[in-house]
């Protein structure tokens, strides 16, 4: 694996993809990076799963938790571009590496609908729009995480008698009892994790039909909507990234929400594996990246 190698590190997981192609993926994701051990363990990480024999030239990160201002992206890069020997690491917010994978350089507007949420527009001339990204606990609205959390709530108040009755209650003892859904809950690493696992078991139900199902993941619909439009600053194409978009309902349910508010669905983009691709472009295209200013943090 020569020339560049491409990383994407959401908050469950994070995969990587040299020049040949193969992607390679991790359980283990990161949702803030808030102090230096916290970079450092990172890197270290990411470096780990690196194949033996790597030797890449170029590295592009796309990284959820990308905090305009902090010192951690910029702190990634530099230990990662000693770890693995690079020419240039550059380590980008996981929305820009979105963007670039579904729209590309180009106005537009993206949203990832993954485990977290983050949207971003761009326009010529304009600085970038970023919006949500604010993780599991004050954001990530209409996310993996916040489909599975309501998901298993309408479970558990099934399953106690305080809801309506639904098929998530009985998706939901493949999990174990209430008691150990907490128990898995309060205990996942990283956070959402356990939680976020739940979604696709929501959308499963929607799709045959459960009401209860459906009524989440049209509110999730509704409020990605929202934020993209919060997020659009041109008329360019919408882009949707992101594990969720590998379901067909969920991407019809966001399409018929972006009509309700008057948003174009005929240039919707769906590219469910973006950010790897995204990750490649920042890192070899030089001349992209001050449209990023804030949002890119290079270390050469």
């Known amino acids: 694996m020569n020339g560049t190698l491409a990383i994407d590190v959401g908050q469950t997981g994070f995969r990587m993809r040299g020049d040949e192609g193969e992607v390679v993926g991790f359980s283990l994701g990161v949702t803030a990076l808030t102090s230096e051990e916290h970079v450092r363990s990172l890197a270290q990480r990411i470096a780990a799963h690196v194949p033996e024999g790597t030797q890449a ?21 530099a230990h990662l571009k000693e770890a693995l020997g690079a020419r240039s690491v550059v380590v980008a917010a996981d929305a820009v590496t979105a963007l670039l994978g ?15 949420v983050a949207a971003l527009g761009i326009d010529t001339g304009a600085s970038p729009r970023r919006i949500d990204a604010r993780g599991y606990l004050l954001g990530d609205v209409g996310s993996g995480f916040w489909i599975g959390q309501r998901g298993l709530q309408a479970a558990l108040d099934a399953l106690e008698g305080r ?3 639904t098929a998530l209650a009985g998706r939901s003892k493949r999990l174990g009892t209430p008691a150990d859904i907490y128990l898995q809950a309060m205990g996942s690493v990283p956070p959402p994790k356990f ?25 999730a619909a509704a409020e990605l909507a929202q934020t993209i439009r919060a997020a659009r600053i041109s008329d360019g194409p919408i882009g949707l990234t992101g594990g ?19 948003l174009p669905i005929d240039d919707v983009l769906v590219r469910a594996d973006a950010a790897l691709e ?15 200013a804030g949002l890119i943090a290079v270390k050469e």
């Not at 030239?57 to 992206?73: C, K, M, R, T, Y």
């Not at 579904?102 to 977290?116: E, N, Y």
């Not at 696709?200 to 459960?210: F, H, K, L, N, T």
């Open 195 to 219: 939680v976020a696992e739940f979604a696709p078991d929501v959308i499963r139900a929607a799709a045959e039909g459960d009401s209860v199902a459906h009524d989440i993941v049209r509110a």
């Open 278 to 292: 995204g990750a490649r472009v920042i890192a070899e295209d030089v001349s992209i990246r001050p449209a990023f």
């Open 244 to 262: 969720l978009v590998r379901a067909p309902l969920f991407v019809e349910e966001v399409r018929a929400a972006l009509g309700l508010i008057g």
């Open 57 to 77: 030239e170029h590295v592009g990160v796309g990284l959820s938790g990308f905090v305009d201002g902090s010192d951690a992206p910029h702190a990634l890069a």
């Open 102 to 116: 579904t729209v590309g350089a180009r106005p537009g507007t993206v949203v990832i609908c993954g485990t977290g």
């Open 163 to 165: 809801g309506e009755p």
